[in-house]
């Protein structure tokens, strides 16, 4: 699910975008929560190298594959961002997509990313936390209400709450099905909801159209780096 993209099948977002113009014909870039790669080997043609932070060896390997196959020279640091930021050197551009949802404490998650861009930090996310699709499912598995923050909107204000001028772009995408097997994403919606395999068939029952379940409202958060 969190694999880089082939390159013929990239989209030209505003996060891509806002990217690629800070980078210029050329430049570092730091990618946090990289997973596989999705966020920072699109840019792969313009940087001279991406570094790539994740907790997760997995899905470290995976971006390093995702760089050999893309031609970029690359790094891979293991650790939790930003306990280990002072460990890393800075970078001309700092991505961060789909991360800051699962952030406890996300003022000094900001600053430590913004402290590590030399021209420009992009930070990708969805308009709504993620999970909020699966609102209904908690209420008709458990009958537990769900929150209904944090939100993109709450995020930017947090960034301009800490000095930084943020420019907001949103996206929104045609709803696109899972690309993991239907049996897969049951099991994976399964294990998010706390329930055990007998409950797979009322799982797809209630989950019909799997579209119903991708927030496609994506927005894009960027700054300039400034000195502080």
């Known amino acids: 699910m969190f694999v880089a993209e082939p390159t013929d099948r990239i989209l030209a977002t505003p996060s891509l975008r806002a990217a690629r113009v800070a980078l210029a014909d050329s430049g570092t870039v ?3 929560g990289c997973g596989g790669g999705r966020s920072s080997v699109a840019l792969a043609a313009a940087a001279t190298s991406i570094t790539g932070i994740d907790d997760n060896p997995a899905m470290l390997a995976n971006f390093a594959a995702a760089c050999d196959a893309a031609g970029v020279a690359h790094r891979e640091i293991a650790g ?9 050197e800075t970078h001309d551009v700092v991505v961060c997509h789909h991360v800051v949802y699962n952030v406890v404490d996300i003022e000094p998650f900001v600053v430590a990313l913004a402290d590590h861009a030399r021209r420009r930090v992009v930070v990708e996310l969805s308009e709504r936390h993620p999970t909020t699709p699966f609102s209904r499912l908690w209420k008709h598995f458990w009958n537990i209400d769900r929150p209904t923050e944090p939100s993109a909107d709450l995020f930017v204000a947090v960034v301009r ?11 929104t995408r045609p709803p696109r099905k899972p690309t993991i097997e239907r049996a897969d994403y049951i099991a994976f919606v399964r294990r998010r909801l706390c329930l055990t395999p007998d409950r797979d068939g009322e799982i797809a029952a209630v989950l019909g159209d799997l579209t119903d379940f991708a927030d496609e409202s994506i927005v894009t958060v960027f700054w300039p780096a400034i000195a502080r």
């Open 161 to 171: 709450s800490l000095g930084y001028a943020p420019t907001v772009e949103r996206l």
């Open 80 to 88: 939790a961002w930003p306990s280990i930021s002072g460990g890393v």
């Open 30 to 32: 730091l990618d946090v």
